[in-house]
């Protein structure tokens, strides 16, 4: 046995001892990258799953009324962190969905209160779920839909901090990549104006360059769907008609592209040639 795999053993030793547990985590978290096999180790180690999950349920009660320190927002986020590692590993992920944990973060994701402690808590679970979607498999969007997620994501999209919007955004994008998360948004005019409501607020809200990438890419998407073309001909916002964005669209002829792509499925040839000149 390795020295690094004799310290991965003790650091997990420690995580299972109540009295080392907090320096643990911490370690770990922060040396996660560290060890290309700790996604398996997590997952296989008699009771450390235990240990992650009572560390997320063990902050439930402090979530509403908001009572969460910054120090018990930041042991719980190395919990989180370390269930990321597991969410992202190919070997891991299946057992991981199959033992529904992420629906352990949605108490998270569902607060609202703005302080540094929470939104960081929000941001984390974030990471986690970003962490499933990013592998473009079926089994995670078929996972996810039947729960909460979207209303969730989109609840943060309105609210939340740029980088938590950011994320949330990104997570809607990639549900939308699979046919099955396409026709789930826009199986109900319901469904779809919720998601475009908020889509809609964030562009008229000066977003970021990266953020306003991820909302103009899942309006293409979404008019890839035949319903949806023909509401998005009504209700794509007029700052994305005109050159409210023309600083973006020059620094990135990709995303210029993907514009121009969506004004004309939609059929705006006006708005069209008018971002062309």
Known sequence: MGSSETELLQMILDL?????????????????DSFPNLATVLWF?????????????????????????????????????????????????PHFLNAHIPLFMYPFLNTVTKSKSFEYLRLTSLGVIGALVKSDEDEVINF????????LCLRIMESGTELSQTVATFIIQKILTF?????????????????????????????????LKHIIRCYLRLSEHAKARDALSQCLPPSLRDKTFQKFYDSDTNLKQVILNLLTRIGDLEAYQRLCN
């Open 16 to 32: 299972l001892n109540h009295n080392t547990r907090e320096s643990a985590l911490m370690d770990l978290s922060k040396r996660r």
């Open 179 to 211: 046919d099955k998360g396409l026709h789930y948004i826009c199986a109900t005019p319901d469904r779809f104006y919720a998601v475009c409501s908020v889509f809609g607020t964030m562009v008229n809200d000066n977003p970021s360059f990266r953020l």
């Open 144 to 151: 996810l839909l039947p729960t909460e997620i979207i209303p």
């Open 45 to 93: 180690s008699t009771g450390v799953m235990s240990v992650l999950l009572q560390e997320i349920v063990s902050v439930y009660d402090l979530l509403d009324p908001p009572h969460l320190t910054s120090a018990a927002s930041n042991r719980v986020c190395n919990a989180l962190a370390l269930l990321q590692c597991v969410a992202s590993h190919p070997e891991t992920r």
